[in-house]
């Protein structure tokens, strides 16, 4: 009777072997840049993949861009060649996004049929740089930024960089505005590094995306809080604008001073890249923070704050309890935004 048990142990030791081979050949990392259709994958032990996709490619985020910086993913590399800079692989998954910075897609102009399309993945905050001069700074853009965090529903960190450059103090005072409504800001000098290292302290343990007007320093604020050598435009003289240097979207990795990974950064391109063409007025009047206190006052619940009679926000605005200019910016997105 022994010979009976034989076969089912058997069976097991062979799917024991199969799922080893299958751990051998299915490795997951995080995409971290992507490069004329090679997408690089880094796995935990720090190895970096260069893989494509094909058509057994599956993603859990559907009509959605296929694969993102950011983006979690399992893949198969069989040709390891020690020849190559870096060994090619296959995703297989695109594991779901948990959140993603977006720019919307009209699906007629949009051959591969996405209804979104994502430009970064698994994002915990948006870091919005800004410069106290040079290009000058720009609360306008910043309302914008918040806006848009606020409506992907992104923690933001406010950071003005090029503090050196504001001799008289104005950029601070006028920066003020963001703390009272309740955002974190964070003054600083990339050229000095005054403050340069607080802010690494707000990356820890978080994938930040990094994104603001060309030349305000993002290249050269992430270079000094990773290591590594983006690209910097000097400032061109005659726009006062800094150069496209920086064309996609890399994630990089922050260091401790002992070299253990604290946190990763992600530089994107400026605003133009992504505006907030998707959201509709509708949603917009949820996405000024301050103006979340006095809305329910307003006589209807469905007030624009435009030109409706006893509009609290309006009234706010009048009274000086909500700032002129974002109330101006408020306006401004609303005249541009779809109905
Ligand atoms: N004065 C001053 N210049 C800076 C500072 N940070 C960056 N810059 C300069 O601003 C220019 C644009 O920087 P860059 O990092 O390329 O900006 P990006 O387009 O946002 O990536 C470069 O010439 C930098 O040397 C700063 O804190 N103070
Ligand atoms: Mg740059
Ligand atoms: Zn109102």
């Known amino acids: 009777m022994p010979r009976k048990n034989a076969p089912p142990e058997r069976a097991k030791h062979i799917r024991a072997r199969s799922l080893m081979r299958r751990s051998e050949d299915d490795l997951h990392g995080v995409v971290v840049e992507i490069r004329s259709g090679v997408y690089f994958v880094r796995t935990d032990s720090g190895g970096v993949y260069g893989c494509r996709t094909n058509r057994s490619t599956h993603t859990e985020n559907p009509d959605s861009t ?15 060649s020690g020849e190559r800079k870096y060994a090619e692989g296959v ?39 800004a410069s106290a ?48 409504i309740g955002y974190e800001a964070l003054f600083l000098s990339a050229s000095t590094g005054e403050g340069v ?10 994938t930040s995306v990094f994104s603001g007007h060309s030349g305000v320093g993002k290249s050269t604020l992430i270079n000094a809080l990773t290591n590594s050598v983006l690209p910097t435009g000097e400032l061109s003289e005659k726009s006062g604008k800094g150069a496209h240097t920086t064309s996609n979207a890399v994630m ?61 926000v309006l009234h706010a605005v009048e009274q000086g309890k909500i700032s002129l200019d974002r109330y101006e910016s408020y306006l401004t997105i609303y005249h541009e935004a779809e109905e």
């Open 133 to 180: 001069a040079e290009p000058a700074f720009r609360p306008k853009l910043i309302d914008r930024y918040l806006a848009y965090a606020e409506f992907e529903r992104l923690a933001s960190l406010l950071v003005v960089n090029k503090m050196d450059l504001d001799s008289d103090g104005a950029v601070r005072e006028q920066a003020r505005l963001y703390q009272d």
């Open 66 to 80: 296929l694969v993102v910086v950011g983006d979690h993913v399992r893949f198969t590399a069989p040709f390891h």
């Open 252 to 312: 990089l990795t922050v260091c401790a001073p002992d070299d253990n990974c604290i946190g990763y950064v992600i530089d994107t391109p400026g605003i133009r890249e992504f505006g907030l063409e998707g959201i509709a007025r509708e949603e917009l009047r949820h996405l000024f923070v301050e103006f979340r206190t006095f809305a329910p006052e307003c006589a209807f619940s469905s007030c624009t704050h435009t030109s409706e009679p006893n509009c609290a």
């Open 91 to 129: 995703i297989t998954l695109v594991a779901e996004r948990r959140s993603s910075l977006k720019r919307s897609r009209e699906r007629r102009r949009n051959r591969s049929g996405e209804s979104e399309h994502v430009l970064a993945s698994n994002i915990d905050q948006l870091v919005i740089i």
């Open 197 to 206: 290292s607080t802010l690494k302290e707000k990356l820890l343990g978080k």
